[in-house]
């Protein structure tokens, strides 16, 4: 027999909380469920009644204004804990659920404190030290996986025939191709500045360059027959995101048209996924998206899908309405630059929502927990201390049957003692993010 679906009661059906039930019920805990006005309409189905009104025999949640507004307020949020989990939007006296998981889960998600006014840093973009879960100590918390996993406790406490669905473990690497070479891929002027100041402040590197130029000597950043080979040796899900802007003081790229970088793209993307590394200005103009996944188009001959914002420079809601406008259909920029941890506060992909709008769009959000350059320049921390911070984000996340996400970089894998430990690292987590 199917099971009943779980009715939750509601005086108004609203995008926000369709939305956040949505998430909780079909996406983490895999129960069919509907919102309801009408008490005639309950049945006899498991019941959630998410008012002030009294319906026997339901589990009550006490709603949070949240969900029912429009547009965004700042309001102060208090922290406190239940079953040592950190939670806000409390409903004093109710003993069950004291606190309102659909309006969290919203507010956490969503991104809410992220279209307030904030002091940006100085690339734009949102700081880390400013999110509720940073200040409140449970950044590296999935705290929306984890209370949804108390609440089907309580759910199945109320109501006995409820079965949930498993959550496995998952893991992808991802690899930023902001560098792909030292040498090859430069214009003949650069090229030329490079070895005039190479020769009168450093003559070893002139001749390196040289040997390079001439395909005499590997280019010392091409690097991704390693990096390939220890992907496909731990068997590892992995996407390789590679820009095709113009350059910049931020882009450092070769031109989209240079025959040794339209060969790599294409070497790599014969192997892996490939997504676009939209330059430092595409967040904020919607015509150098179009133009950056036109061009990656063209060289690898497949639509393009996935993005991540360089830098992860992006702003809310804007830079992911230029996404989906231009058909990227998935989004892996979703964390911090100088943090690692859980920025949407949950472990898994989920839809962006559109605060402004009031609407749940076609954009996947693939969250990412740790980025190689966060632990070293960032925090820096040794490669035994960052393999610490990894081991626990993995653990966090194979806790609530997430996916572990890590970004890594050609850069930070070149083969020289200075970056041994590195390698090391890097190879460390695709083993132990795989047993």
């Known amino acids: 027999m199917e099971a009943r679906p779980v009715k939750i009661f509601t005086t108004s059906i609203v995008p926000r909380l369709q939305y956040a039930v949505d998430l909780i019920f079909n996406d983490i805990l895999g129960l069919s469920w509907e919102l309801v006005t009408d008490k005639r309409k309950l049945g006899k189905n498991p019941v959630i009644n998410y008012s002030d009104r009294d319906i026997p025999d339901s589990l009550k949640i ?16 208090n922290v406190t804990y239940w079953k040592n989990l950190p939670v806000f939007f409390q409903t004093p006296g109710n003993p069950e659920m004291p606190f309102d998981i659909f309006a969290a889960t919203f507010y956490m998600v969503s991104r809410y404190e992220e279209y307030l006014d904030f002091k940006p840093d100085e690339f734009g973009r949102f700081n880390a030290a400013d999110s509720l879960s940073y200040k409140n100590g449970f950044l590296r918390t999935a705290v929306v996986d984890l209370w949804a996993k108390e609440f089907a406790r309580i759910l199945v406490r109320k109501f006995e025939t409820l079965a949930f669905k498993r959550n496995e473990f998952r893991a992808m690497v991802t690899v930023d191709v902001d560098e792909p070479f030292a040498y090859l891929g430069k214009s003949l002027i ?43 040796l731990n ?99 979703m964390g911090y630059a100088d943090e690692p941890g ?9 839809w962006f929502y559109d605060v402004i709008e009031d609407a749940t769009t076609k954009l996947k959000i693939f969250p990412f927990q740790i980025m190689d350059v966060s632990l070293s320049e960032h925090k820096r921390l040794t490669p035994e201390q960052a393999k610490e911070v990894i081991v626990n984000i993995i653990n966090e996340t194979v806790k609530t ?35």
């Open 62 to 77: 006490i709603p949070d204004n949240l969900l029912f507004e429009t547009g965004v307020k700042s309001r102060e949020i």
């Open 190 to 232: 650069t090229s030329i500045n490079g070895l005039i100041h190479d020769l009168v402040k450093s003559p070893d590197n002139a001749g390196k360059r040289l040997r390079c130029l001439n395909k005499d000597e590997k280019d010392p950043y091409a690097v991704f027959d390693y990096i390939s080979e220890t992907i496909e």
């Open 235 to 333: 068997d590892s899900d992995a996407k390789f995101f590679f820009p095709v802007g113009d350059g910049s003081e931020f882009d450092k790229n070769p031109s989209w048209k240079n025959k040794e970088y339209r060969n790599l793209i294409n070497m790599i993307a014969s192997r892996f996924d490939a997504g676009l590394l939209t330059s430092f200005f595409a967040s904020d103009k919607t015509s150098l998206i179009a133009r950056e996944t036109g061009r990656l188009n063209e060289v690898i001959s497949k639509d393009i899908i996935h993005n991540r914002f360089h830098f992860l420079k992006f702003r809310l809601p804007d830079s992911y309405r230029k996404l989906i406008s231009y058909g990227i259909r998935e989004d892996f920029s």
């Open 342 to 350: 859980f920025r949407a506060g949950i472990s898994r992909p989920f």
């Open 401 to 435: 049957g997430g996916l572990f996400v890590s970004i890594w970089h050609n850069t930070s894998l070149l083969d020289n003692p200075g970056q041994k430990k590195w390698r090391e690292l890097f190879e460390f987590t695709l083993r132990y993010q795989k047993a």
